[in-house]
């Protein structure tokens, strides 16, 4: 082969290595305009579920149900809700009490289409501690059997009454669940207000045994859920314990449930 052949050879070959590099450069820059991080080596993140507005801190509550939810019978206003954020956070563990939703009176035919209602939602998404307080007005008449003379009523009564409570009781634990399914959703148990009076002692503490048990069977269907009892701290300290409407705990009532809660909360 002459010299001017080789030449002739090694530019063509010199040409034909150049074009390959351009288009290779031209084909990297369209991958990169239509998918970055393929070409940066990395594989495109899958798209992420949707996060709620705001996440919910692991330790802010909210109290939601009746009357002991809301605190009546504390003089100081603070109940078993905001009792335990204080004895939380005295333990060194950051609390907040967000949203109080206790209404006196309330029963779980009441409280059931509550958990519609979009600002209920809302706030009990943003917790991370639910504590729920609710059957009591089911099972007793509050005081009005003691205070406006009317008959206590009868086991047949209470039979009846727990029967469809319970079924209301299930519906809203299922509700809470699926509203907020990471939040810790706390039960406080009934008690018997009326143990250190001879006509309602034995009927009440059945009553408040068999709706405790169902709670429990209930609340044990979920994950994150607890059961927080309370028969026995009012059982033998009825006096000590309940406010002068002998129903509501006073603010001694309210630390005793408090102080089993924070204790019961795995930290």
Same mark, same amino acid.
């Given at each position: ?15 034909? /290595?150049?074009?390959?590099? $351009?288009?290779? =450069?031209?084909?990297?820059?369209? %991958?990169?305009?239509?998918? !970055? #991080?393929? @070409? ?93 307080? /609710?059957?009591?007005?089911? $099972?007793?008449? =509050?005081?009005?059997?003691?205070? %406006?003379?009317?008959?206590? !009523? #009868?086991? @047949? ?111």
């Amino acid at each position: 082969m002459s010299r001017t052949s080789r030449i002739w050879l090694w530019a063509g070959l010199a040409s034909l /290595i150049s074009t390959l590099i $351009l288009l290779a =450069g031209f084909v990297y820059a369209v %991958s990169d305009i239509a998918d !970055p #991080s393929a @070409a940066a080596g990395h594989s495109p993140a899958p798209p992420s579920p949707m996060e709620p507005a705001v996440k919910a801190g692991a330790w802010d509550v909210t109290a939601l149900g009746d009357s002991l939810a809301k605190g009546t019978g504390d003089d100081t206003g603070s109940g078993f809700a905001r009792r335990a954020v204080e004895l939380f956070n005295k333990e060194g563990t950051t609390s907040k009490l967000i949203n109080n939703l206790g209404i006196n009176g309330l029963t779980t035919k009441e409280l059931l289409p509550m958990l519609d209602d979009p600002g209920v939602k809302y706030a009990l998404q943003q917790s991370g501690i639910i504590l729920l307080s /609710i059957g009591g007005n089911d $099972l007793f008449d =509050g005081t009005e059997a003691l205070t %406006s003379g009317q008959q206590v !009523p #009868s086991q @047949a009564e209470i039979e009846a009454a727990i029967e469809k409570s319970s079924e209301d009781f299930e519906k809203i634990v299922a509700q809470i669940k699926k509203i907020n399914v990471q939040a810790l959703l706390v039960y406080v148990g009934l008690y018997n207000p009326f143990s250190d009076l001879e006509g309602m002692r034995e009927i009440g503490n059945d009553t408040v045994a068999r709706w405790n048990a169902m709670a429990m069977k209930t609340l044990g269907e979920y994950e994150g859920t607890l059961v927080i009892p309370t028969y026995d701290l009012f059982t033998n300290n009825a006096a000590r314990y309940l406010s002068s409407d002998h129903f509501h705990p006073n603010g001694d009532g309210y630390q005793a449930i408090a102080e089993r809660m924070v204790q019961s909360i795995a930290r």
